[in-house]
């Protein structure tokens, strides 16, 4: 390890081999009801000064070889664009052979920087960020406190790419609870179609303990679908799915791993979501299930 870091510290599965790098500790907008990633820290920006001495700290004990970096915390992409330009340039003179930067971000973030800002960070090879939509249901996204709107979300996601910037963008099965959940798939579904990401994954929401939708779920206020009713809410949004896009569904919290590049991966998908609807494939277990 490098450094200290801040625990707790989270990264998206793609970036298992990524040297992390905390630019930034916790979250900016921390409201989320579903979320408690950063619920144990208080948010705030890491000096200029200390960065650049843990990237000299991570070159001289891992060497120049150091191919991906991802920026820590929740959502580094709050930094000025010149913050984020030095940070970058301290990254990329440090490790020579360095392939690729990634960062998580949200909507507010990316339409802090105009579209030049954006390019000249992909020019210093920010070639990734992972957004969450969640839900392309705005009455969803309220309910959960994102911070942002469906079109906001898909404007952000627009801009990235047309920076050159791929995107990674991840919906949450179940969010919008029992009652709204083939909406909330069929919305989703058509927000990703407008801002055809580069990636995209569908993860099942999980409850977690001490947060607000956990608390709602203990109270009776919301109700979560059930096994058979989360794969229908996968069905509908793959069958609304038309863009192009690298999609999986093969998170640990997922009932039943998919993935394929659509939409040519369509037809197969929806036979074998049919067939588990059916009871001919089984389901993950329970206990083999997890965020």
Not at 41 to 60: D, G, N, Q, T
Not at 142 to 170: D, F, L, N, P, Y
Not at 217 to 242: H, K, T, W, Y
């Amino acid at each position: 390890m490098p450094f200290a870091y801040d625990q707790p510290v989270f990264r998206p599965p793609s970036e298992a081999e990524s040297l992390i790098l905390q630019v930034t500790l916790g979250c900016s907008h921390n409201r989320c009801t579903f979320c408690s990633m950063y619920r144990s820290k208080r948010f705030r920006p890491k000096r200029l000064e200390v960065i650049r001495e843990e990237v000299a700290r991570a070159r001289a004990l891992l060497g120049p070889e150091v191919a991906r970096v991802f920026l820590a915390d929740g959502d580094a992409m709050c930094l000025s664009a010149r913050r984020l330009q030095a940070i970058l340039d301290a990254v990329g003179e440090a490790f020579p052979h360095l392939q690729r930067v990634s960062a998580y971000a949200n909507a507010r973030d990316v339409a802090s920087k105009s579209d030049p800002e954006l390019a000249e960070l992909r020019r210093r090879k920010l070639k990734l960020l992972f957004l969450g939509l969640e839900s392309g249901d705005d009455e969803t996204l309220r309910a959960v406190c994102k911070g942002a709107t469906v079109a906001e979300i898909v404007t952000a996601v627009k801009r990235a790419s047309a920076a050159g910037i791929s995107t990674s963008v991840m919906v949450l099965i179940g969010l919008a609870g029992r009652q709204r959940s083939l909406e909330h798939a069929r919305l989703s579904a058509d927000a990703v179609n407008r801002m055809a990401p580069t990636y995209t994954a569908l993860l099942t929401y999980t409850p977690v303990p001490g947060t607000p939708l956990q608390q709602q779920i203990d109270q009776g206020r919301f109700e979560l679908p059930g096994p058979m009713e989360s794969l229908a809410e996968i069905r509908e949004f793959v069958r609304n799915l038309d863009c192009a896009t690298y999609f999986t569904c093969n998170h640990a919290s997922n009932y039943l791993p998919l993935r394929g590049r659509m939409p040519s991966a369509k037809r197969e998908m929806l036979a074998c979501l049919d067939a588990a609807l059916a009871g001919m494939i089984p389901l993950r277990p329970e206990f083999l299930r997890g965020l």
